[in-house]
């Protein structure tokens, strides 16, 4: 049977949260929502590995057809992404 979806469970889909969704037993689940992603344009490269320091680690961006994909509320890679001269953000 399909479940009908509210506004609310659309509002609450948007933001990237979880959502209460009915079981087929007539109780609820709550599941876990993934953000959206943000994807960047590469207008150099199709092709790049790119590096932002963490700490004492390295975060690695891959450009892959010339595009780049990250989680839409990662603040750090958006900000990296976005400071880069040869990405342009393409979506939001």
Excluded: C, I, W
């Excluded at 990662?74 to 953000?89: I, S």
């Amino acid at each position: 049977m399909a479940v009908k979806k509210t506004a609310a469970d659309d509002a609450v889909t948007d933001a990237g949260e979880s959502a209460v969704v009915p079981a087929a037993d007539g109780g609820a689940a709550v599941v876990e929502v993934a953000p959206l992603g943000v994807t960047f344009g590469d207008n150099a490269y199709t092709s790049r590995s790119l590096f932002l320091q963490a700490g004492d680690d390295m975060r690695e961006f891959k450009v892959l057809t010339g595009r780049v994909t990250v989680q839409g509320d990662d603040a750090e890679a958006l900000a990296f992404l976005g400071g880069h001269a040869d990405l342009q953000r393409l979506d939001g």
